[in-house]
């Protein structure tokens, strides 16, 4: 199975230094590679980079994107853009990642060029069946001794379960927890407990990271999710954990469709009840603030359709008011809708109409009100699909007399 992992900000490059980010969601540029990581869940391999930048960096300088796993970037896809280029891709170079392994993307200035923006993607090619990454981390450090929620893909600041919510677009399920802190959580007993929540109902996904380490996982545990699902992460304090750290995490989505993975989006930043704004369809940690300026919210996709649009509001529009969402493609709207409208309606889905996405098409979600409606936030999910390789007849050939019989 293939999945496209897409991605931009609008955070700056760095002139000088090397830096690193994340491969699925929104979220700024680090000088710490850890900050970066995220956990890959499920085995195959990393491919096809695709990198764009919003201006070249000029003559005699550049910008080196390399995708990194376990901090290694030998035979990794790279992609150099110099000079009046604006663009780049690896088609060729491809690396094999394992359960367990931490991936994120590399930026490398040379020349000192000017700032600059970037949008990427890069292909994960599953070595099984239905399988795809749900990819999150927060440089947003965990602040006090409370529960915290977090977007599951992505990631957004730590807070209240409102604040943190995405929607499952399609049915299939959730495993493979893994968890890395920057700090181990302290002196024993003190530990974090991180598990997977649907709505305010905690699911048996769940991991505890205890003193004197830093890293967790559940593999064994796996929740069932249907369309329509609400969805977070939480992190609970137990006993008095003195370390304050940030954490990355992955998890295996398993689709009930072969070839369908997850795109999830969501953030506390309330909805203008009067302007069209903008958002990435995955914001992450720093870059999830809705903007009237389309620009600042692309990211880079490759061949797929888009499908499965759902959407969740915090509070309903309110009688004779709406929101609309639509997805928007190579900065023009797309086919997928969703209006929300009036007093009793918080949810809306629309799972009839499709974009067709082709390799450097730049993707994002707009949210239109209508009539000035009630202040709120907004969750969704849609599905990336990409139709599985047809299987090979056994004998390699096909009986055209009886096609039960290969």
Not at 56 to 71: E, H, I, L, Q
Not at 313 to 329: E, I, M, Q
Request: glycine share 10%; aromatic share 8%; hydrophobic share 40%.
């Amino acid at each position: 199975m293939q999945q496209v992992l897409i991605n931009g900000n609008y955070d700056a490059l760095g002139a000088t230094a090397t830096e690193y980010n994340h491969l699925q969601g929104a979220s700024r540029w680090n000088a710490t590679e850890a900050i970066g990581q995220q956990y890959a869940s499920a085995a195959g391999k990393l491919k096809n980079l695709y990198v764009e930048l919003n201006d070249s960096p000029g003559a005699g300088k550049s910008y080196d994107f390399t995708v990194r796993v376990n901090g290694s970037s030998v035979g990794c896809p790279t992609v150099h853009i110099h000079d009046t280029d604006t663009s780049g891709s690896d088609l060729v170079n491809e690396i094999a990642v394992a359960a367990g392994d931490l991936i994120c993307i590399e930026c490398i200035p040379t020349g000192t060029p000017p700032s600059r923006v970037a949008r990427w993607s890069v292909l994960f090619e599953s070595d099984v069946a239905n399988e795809s990454l749900i990819l999150g981390g927060l440089s947003d450090a965990l602040k006090t001794p409370t529960v915290e929620y977090s977007n599951i893909m992505g990631g957004s600041s730590w807070g209240a379960i409102a604040d943190a919510s995405q929607v499952v677009p399609t049915g299939g399920s959730i495993s493979h927890l893994y968890v890395k802190l920057s700090v181990d959580p302290g002196t024993a007993p003190d530990a974090f407990r991180f598990t997977l929540m649907i709505g305010a109902v905690a699911q048996a996904l769940t991991c505890t990271i205890t003193a004197d380490d830093t890293t967790g996982s559940d593999l064994v545990n796996s929740v069932a999710v249907s369309a329509g699902d609400i969805v977070s992460l939480r992190c609970e304090y137990l006993e008095t954990p003195s370390g304050r750290p940030y954490a990355v995490w992955g998890m295996k989505f398993t689709a009930d469709i072969d070839g369908e993975s997850l795109i999830l989006g969501g953030t506390s930043d309330d909805l203008d009840s009067n302007d069209v704004e903008y958002n990435f369809v995955t914001p992450g940690a720093g870059e999830n603030i809705w903007t009237p300026t389309e620009a600042e919210t692309y990211m880079l996709a490759q061949a797929m359709t888009l499908i499965k649009l759902y959407v969740a509001l915090s509070a309903a529009p309110g009688d004779g008011n709406s929101y609309t969402f639509t997805s928007r493609v190579a900065g023009g709207a797309g086919n997928l809708s969703v209006a929300i409208t009036g007093a009793a309606t918080t949810t809306g889905n629309d799972v009839v109409n499709a974009d067709v996405l082709v390799a450097g098409n730049e993707v994002g979600i707009c949210s239109t009100p209508f009539s000035k409606p009630t202040v709120a936030d907004a969750y969704w999910g849609l599905v990336g699909y990409i139709a599985p390789p047809a299987a090979v007849p056994r004998h390699g050939f096909i009986n055209f007399q009886d096609p039960g019989i290969v």
